[in-house]
């Protein structure tokens, strides 16, 4: 089935990686892919130490999208293209049961990523694979052939009072 956690509020990420181990608790192979997000996300520490589960590498060199200029977003876009073409080609060829696209909706949104090519892959891939997707703004295409669709609503955020993000807490 296709899942979708959306939203401005925290957890997107933190549900991605609850479903990733508890599918390789089960024994199932998993594929965590992560967009935007580099060696310095915590979670990607303890997936990669983790039975049945492979992480994509991302470049250390990426910013956050708000702080690229355009030059940064068309070098960041060949390298999630290479990153979603290689993953799609890993998760079929070798037989993953679930592949985990993070941040695939702002890799999107920011058209660094094809939303065409992303959107085949899901309505083409095997039943059998559980598809998670994660980010802001998901385009309705994508909420319309999901299977679970859970918004994230922000109430409230210390990023509103100029605290930024803390290790191991939002990164």
Known sequence: MKHIYYGDGKGKTTASVGIAVRA??????????????TEFSGERHVLSHTENVTVTFCPLELKFTFDMDEKEKAHASKIFKGIFERSVTTALTEKYDMIVLDEVFEAINYDMLSETDVYEFITNAPSSM??????????QKFIDVSDYVTEFKKIKHPFDRGITGRIGIEF
């Open 130 to 139: 559980e598809i998670i997707m994660t980010g802001h703004n998901p385009p």
């Open 24 to 37: 390789a608790g089960s024994n199932l192979k998993v594929l965590f892919v992560q967009f935007l997000k």
